[in-house]
């Protein structure tokens, strides 16, 4: 009697492995192409987007440099326009003048935060230099 119960089991566990077998080769068959598809695909659209942002970012540096080119530009020409602009920075150190003539906007944004400071310690009027500096 045990003899047929083992050769049951046998046949049920080789049945069950069987089934199992059929079942990876049916997922390999229909359902790895269809996934190897979607993932080719999103793939391609992530590579896409990251293109775009990369393009962005070359284009936004190219602005950037540009601007800055801009700005030496004019501050040049304002420069050889205004040679009083060039007397006063005489009265900085060798090396405050440079940086003030490589960097004109953060002397600018210095001379913003500073401005009333000045102006009181000078004991000009903050009003009349308002009128002088607004646009």
Do not use: C, W
């Amino acid at each position: 009697m045990e003899p047929i119960i083992s050769q049951i089991a046998a046949t049920i566990l080789l049945s069950m492995i069987a089934s199992i077998a059929a079942i990876i080769i049916v997922f390999r068959m229909a359902m790895m192409p269809a996934l190897i598809t979607i993932i080719a695909e999103k793939t391609q659209e992530a590579n896409e987007a990251i293109k775009r942002g990369m393009s962005s970012m070359g284009d936004l540096g190219r602005e950037a440099k540009d601007m800055k080119k801009m700005e030496k530009m004019m501050i040049t020409d304002i420069m050889e326009e205004y040679p009083e602009l060039e007397m006063a920075l005489e009265y900085f150190s060798p090396d405050t003048a440079d940086m003030i003539k490589k960097h004109p906007e953060r002397a600018l944004k210095l001379l913003a935060r500073y401005k009333p400071l000045i102006d009181a310690f000078l004991g000009s009027n903050p009003e009349q230099t308002r009128e002088i500096y607004d646009l």
